[in-house]
């Protein structure tokens, strides 16, 4: 089979480089909004300043598995076979990592490397539902009436634990079911894949997901649907969907409360009314984020696939390939939004360059002086 022309975008050096200034990128970025938040500049956003915290933790783990669960295969390089992470058949898409199989202790663990990925790309919009929650409980705490009024951090906590791990367990245990293979699906994995890749899915060892809702009969070879996959999707698609209710319910609700209701606005301070106003428009943009750089393309590979079985094969590596790139600008949209957080920046910023033209000046001064301290 022939490498497609677009090969590079998913093939080293280019996606060695790719990957690496990502997550540089996410390090410094994610590294300077948590500086922000231990600072004194985050004091006047009180708890929520935590939440953001996870937020930028999770996005630092988003961006590690990107390079450590997806690391470079010299072999293959070497030898010149391109490598990916998400090929698209006219049945559905196979994610496997870029590395040979990991073994330790004679046991594979790339099953486990597949499904820490997928928790961790999964659990981002379970987080932004985290958010706006907060920002609604916030914004209508002065209303009254709803039985989390009195609720302590510890109780916000665990509750916020409880929902993650259900969340998560349900990530897991769905993937198990219906995505990751087993003695019978693994005859059924795509041969192109071993064609263009140089990779072997029947290997027992090799770990992958396939999220393949149409599979060849294993004694006719007719594609038909996949029962445990369609169940698997539907389950991820109404986990998101369910989330993504939540979100959209506080949107419209969080709007209400700081744009039409008067009463709500007389009791609030103007400067926190503003600051308000100021941290669910950053809450929105730190939503679009993600939803424009990793949801879609997931999205467009899971409808074009599902709806039209249209054959896309090595392109998913450049739609998959996009995914890499909110966990490294995340942060920035954040801290440039909410503006004590981008007068930090600024400040810091102008302390380091007066600090600089000084310790300058004086080594200026003493080379033209050098005898003056004498005088």
């Avoid at 079911?177 to 005859?187: C, E, I, K």
Wanted: proline fraction near 4%; glycine fraction near 6%; hydrophobic fraction near 50%.
């Amino acid at each position: 089979m022939p490498v497609p022309s677009y090969a590079w975008v998913y093939s080293d050096p280019f996606h060695f480089c790719y990957v690496a200034a990502t997550t540089i990128l996410s390090l410094l970025s994610n590294g300077l909004l948590l500086l922000i938040l231990s600072s004194n500049a985050s004091s006047t956003i009180g708890s929520y300043r935590y939440l953001l915290a996870v937020f930028a933790i999770c996005d630092l783990i988003t961006s590690a598995a990107h390079a450590i669960l997806i690391p470079v295969s010299d072999e293959h390089v070497l030898t010149g076979h391109t490598v990916e992470i998400a090929h698209l058949t006219r049945g559905g898409v196979y994610f496997f990592s870029r590395h040979d199989p990991l073994i330790i202790a004679g046991r594979s663990y790339d099953n486990l490397c597949c499904l820490l990925f997928i928790a961790v790309f999964y659990q981002t919009f379970l987080i932004l539902a985290y958010h706006y929650i907060y920002r609604l409980q916030t914004v209508a705490k002065s209303f009254g009436g709803s039985f989390t009024d009195n609720w302590s951090n510890l109780k916000w906590i665990i509750s916020g634990i409880i929902v993650y791990i259900f969340y998560i367990g349900i990530v897991f245990g769905t993937c198990g079911f219906a995505f990751l293979p087993n003695n019978s699906t693994r005859q059924l994995a795509p041969r192109e894949i071993l064609e263009l890749y140089n990779i072997n899915l029947s290997d027992p060892r090799k770990g992958y997901a396939g999220i393949a809702m149409r599979r060849p009969n294993s004694r006719t070879g007719v594609m038909c649907l996949h029962a445990p996959s369609v169940i698997g999707v539907l389950i991820y698609v109404a986990m998101t969907f369910s989330t993504i209710g939540v979100i959209i319910y506080c949107i419209l609700k969080i709007s209400t409360l700081l744009r039409f209701d008067r009463s709500f606005n007389f009791q609030m301070h103007p400067k926190s009314r503003r600051l308000q106003k100021e941290l669910f428009r950053a809450l929105l943009v730190q939503s679009a984020v993600p939803v424009i750089f990793s949801y879609t393309p997931v999205a467009i590979i899971l409808a074009v696939i599902g709806l039209t079985g249209v054959y896309l094969g090595a392109f998913g590596n450049v739609l998959f390939s996009i995914t890499a790139v909110f966990p490294c600008t995340d942060a920035l949209f954040i801290i440039f939004f909410i503006r004590p957080f981008r007068e930090a920046v600024l400040r810091w910023f102008r302390h380091h360059v007066k600090k600089h033209n000084a310790v300058a000046a004086t080594l200026e001064f003493t080379s033209q002086f050098p005898n003056s301290h004498s005088h």
